[in-house]
């Protein structure tokens, strides 16, 4: 969630969210921000290794995707999509047991926006617990036997750099284009789907900037182009955004209901009741335009066009305390309920695939 209350333009940082941020006369954060920005970090130092319960960075989230495939060659596999507007490799990681036929399978990616850390965080605890509960539990047994999982962890690769290196609350794509001074686009507004309409910008300096046409983010393209070749073995799409705690289905680029409204809501509201049966965590479920706001171009509306009925979007916590900057300490909680969710919506696709 974001509001558009905002800030002298000559700081580039902040656009969204920044109601509840402020700045002093010189243009640094006051230490309120800067006290939370620390606070995310409250497991502990960063070790030098990967950890699932730390903010990876991206050179540890590469290595740590060579390793996990290539320690578990018979349940995973990975091939790179294509590269980044800087030239970093889009690896895409297939979960599921091989097979001589092709199988149906589900979609999902983490890091679109850039400052939104705990969803690579859930792409990654998502790839361990597939491979860790395969063969003892029976839910995500038969789903990988059945099915494959496609699992991209970080999207918007330069824009988590980035994020990491030189501006936390960075949201777009790192694209530059002659002419303009300002950088990216944003990257859940670049689909070719009602495209730059409503709850999108014209404008490159906007944290909502849709882009100069659909797909001209790189990164949108190489997905858009895997998903296309694989429209008909992919059953779901599912992408993780936070933060609001909502699960929401299409449509966000009009105020009209998908052909299956009433279904999406069904399997929305399981998850949810999945999600919640654990710690408690309350989400809303809906459709984009009217649970969260209008906003064209986004990826789960596009998806939703193209075929693939079983669309949503996860905007995990919390719903503002902490925002973006959710503490270390709740990644293993928030992927752990996270994954009820994601199970329930995989095991109902999976039920209804024949
Ligand atoms: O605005 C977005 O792209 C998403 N919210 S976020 O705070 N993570 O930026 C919501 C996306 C909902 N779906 C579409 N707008 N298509
Ligand atoms: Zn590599
Ligand atoms: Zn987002």
Not at 133 to 152: H, I, K, P, R
Not at 324 to 353: D, G, R
Request: hydrophobic share 30%; net charge neutral.
């Amino acid at each position: 969630m974001w509001t558009s209350t905002c800030l002298p333009s000559t700081l580039t940082w902040c656009t969204l969210s920044c109601s509840r941020v402020t700045l002093n006369t010189s243009g640094v954060l006051i230490e309120d921000l800067q006290e939370a920005i620390e606070a995310q970090e409250d497991g502990g130092p960063s070790p030098r290794t990967h950890s699932y319960t730390k903010y990876n960075t991206w050179d540890k989230v590469h290595s740590w995707t060579a390793s996990i495939a290539s320690s578990n060659p018979s349940l995973i596999s990975k091939q790179v999509i294509g590269n980044t507007y800087e030239g970093r490799p889009m690896t895409l990681l297939k979960l599921g047991k091989k097979s001589s036929s092709s199988k149906p399978a589900i979609f999902m990616d983490c890091g679109i926006h850039a400052r939104e850390w705990i969803s690579p965080a859930f792409c990654q605890w998502f790839v361990k617990e597939a491979l860790s509960t395969y063969g003892s539990d029976s839910q995500m047994t038969s789903l990988l036997n059945e099915m494959d999982v496609y699992v991209l962890p970080v999207f918007n690769i330069d824009g988590y750099d980035y994020t990491h290196k030189s501006n936390r609350m960075w949201r777009k794509t790192r694209s530059r284009k002659s002419g303009s001074s300002c950088t990216g686009a944003d990257p859940n507004r670049n689909w070719n789907a009602g495209w730059c309409s409503m709850g999108a910008s014209s404008n490159p300096c906007s944290d909502t900037f849709c882009g100069y046409s659909p797909e001209s983010e790189i990164e949108v393209k190489n997905v858009a182009d895997f998903i296309r070749r694989n429209k008909s073995a992919i059953k779901a799409y599912l992408t993780v955004h936070s933060y609001s705690q909502l699960l929401l289905f299409p449509y966000s680029y009009t105020y009209e209901l998908a052909a299956d409204h009433s279904e999406l809501m069904k399997v929305a509201e399981g998850a949810s009741s999945a999600l919640r049966s654990l710690y408690g965590t309350r989400y809303t479920s809906g459709p984009g335009a009217t649970t969260i706001y209008p906003a064209a171009g986004g990826s789960d509306d596009w998806a939703y066009d193209l075929g693939v009925k079983y669309s949503y979007t996860f905007e995990l916590r919390d719903t503002g305390r902490y925002g973006f900057l959710l503490p270390e300490s709740q990644i293993k909680p928030t992927c752990e309920e996270t994954m009820l969710a994601v199970k329930y919506i995989a095991a109902y696709v999976q039920k209804n695939l024949y």
